[in-house]
């Protein structure tokens, strides 16, 4: 099953085998517009039927639901969700930075929802930085409010997952590791969406080997699977979990295979394969 946004934010979207519905118009749930609430919902779990069963009634109707073009969805993360992200997972992207890996958990980084914007949206580059990359990501959205996670329950507390295109002032982060939040929080650094994919579509070993793809202007710059990070999904729900609770639509961002650097004019993706492609203009 898929989740997803109307591009004015107002409506959720629940998709099943290409067909999509209004989540309004489904009974019980008119008045649910937050990712978070839905997925927290302890009927979350049978939504899945309910709307399979509307799909079957609208294709024997000669209708299979609404046209949905995802190319300017709004963001699924809501606009109080915490945004987590595991810093410097992929050697690559730490060869990047001209840095060590972590050897004892990820880099790690809390940014605030401001920076959200919708897909297709324009990067906006801020005078404050001279080199701004951008950088793919898988995310995982939380289902259940949740602490101390152990490593291998990691999936009962995660709904699904979905991409991330997350930007960096890299300048500023060179000069001083410290400033990984200010260099992150800038208006318009963040997308997450276009869809958010239940968990249950991705069995571990098929998640593992899911590509991720940040590409600029039509290149692949960078390309990864889960499995080449140094801190497993497991390990990242576990170690964001720690002593701290996590709500219903909390987006962990589990790290980038590579960072690309972006100018005006230019155009940028993230990929993450069976999962949706951001893209995105820079102005």
Known sequence: MRLAKSG?????????????????EIGGYEDVTRIGDLVG????DDLEAQVRRRAAGSGAAGSGGIGVDLSDAAT??????????AGLNYRRHSEDLETEQPGRGP???????????GN??????????ERVTAEAELGLVIGTRCKDVPRDKWRSVVA????????????????????????KGFDTF???????????????????????????????????TPRDMKYDLGY?????TMGRTLAPGTVICTGTPGAVPIAPGDTVRATVEGVGTLTHPVG
Not at 236 to 240: D, N
């Open 8 to 24: 004015n934010g107002q409506d959720v979207l629940v998709g099943i085998d290409g067909s999509w519905f209004r989540l309004r």
């Open 41 to 44: 919902d302890p009927r979350f």
């Open 76 to 85: 699924v993360a809501d606009t109080d969700a915490g945004i987590w992200g």
């Open 107 to 117: 880099g790690s980084y809390l940014r605030p929802a401001s920076c959200l914007i």
């Open 120 to 129: 297709g949206g324009t990067i906006q580059l801020p005078t404050q930085s």
């Open 160 to 183: 699904g997952v979905t991409a991330v295109l997350d930007m960096t002032a890299e300048d500023a982060i060179r000069r001083n590791p410290r400033y990984i939040p200010w260099a």
């Open 190 to 224: 963040c997308s997450i969406g276009p869809a958010l994919v239940t968990l249950d579509e991705f069995p571990d070993d098929r998640l593992d080997g899911v590509r991720i793809a940040t590409v600029r202007n039509g290149e692949t710059i960078a390309e990864a």
């Open 236 to 240: 990242l729900v576990e170690y964001f």
